[in-house]
C-alpha cells in the first residue's frame, strides 16, 4: 500500500507561482512512475505532467507546458509540481498518483489539494 500526501495549494492572484508537494509512503514499494492530475468543477479529471522515477523523464499536458514544472526528490520520495504564470483556468483540485508499472496507468491517489487563482 501507497499512501501520498499533497501540500502546498492555496488561494493566489493570476500571475503568481505555487509549488506543490506529494510524499509518498508506505511499506516495500517501487514507484514506477508520478504524476500531477488536476479536476475543475464540472469537469473530468485530466493529466497535468508526470516523470518516470527512473530517469526523469517528464511529460506535460500542453496547456501547462512552459508554466509547469515536474520533479523529484528520490531520496525523499517526494513529487514536486512548480506552478508558475498561474491562471484563472487553472483553478482546481490538484491530484497527485502513483503508478507501480506504467506511466500511464496510476495505481495510487493522494487526497487533492485545493489552488484557486483569481483574477
Known amino acids: 500500500q501507497v499512501q501520498l500526501v499533497e501540500s502546498g495549494g492555496g488561494l493566489v492572484q493570476a500571475g503568481d507561482s505555487l509549488r506543490l508537494s506529494c510524499a509518498a509512503s508506505?511499506?516495500?514499494?517501487?514507484?514506477?512512475?508520478m504524476a500531477w492530475f488536476r479536476q475543475a468543477p464540472g469537469k473530468e479529471r485530466e493529466f497535468v505532467a508526470g516523470?518516470?522515477?527512473?530517469?526523469?523523464?517528464?511529460y506535460y499536458a500542453v496547456s501547462v507546458k512552459g508554466r509547469f514544472t515536474i520533479s523529484r526528490d528520490n531520496a525523499k520520495v517526494t513529487v514536486y509540481l512548480q506552478t508558475n504564470s498561474l491562471k484563472p483556468e487553472d483553478t482546481a483540485v490538484y491530484y497527485c498518483?502513483?503508478?507501480?508499472?506504467?506511466?500511464?496507468?496510476?495505481?495510487?491517489w493522494g487526497q487533492g489539494t485545493q489552488v484557486t487563482v483569481s483574477s
Open positions: 508506505g511499506r516495500s514499494f517501487s514507484v514506477y512512475s
Open positions: 498518483a502513483a503508478g507501480l508499472t506504467s506511466m500511464w496507468q496510476y495505481d495510487y
Open positions: 516523470i518516470r522515477w527512473s530517469d526523469g523523464s517528464t
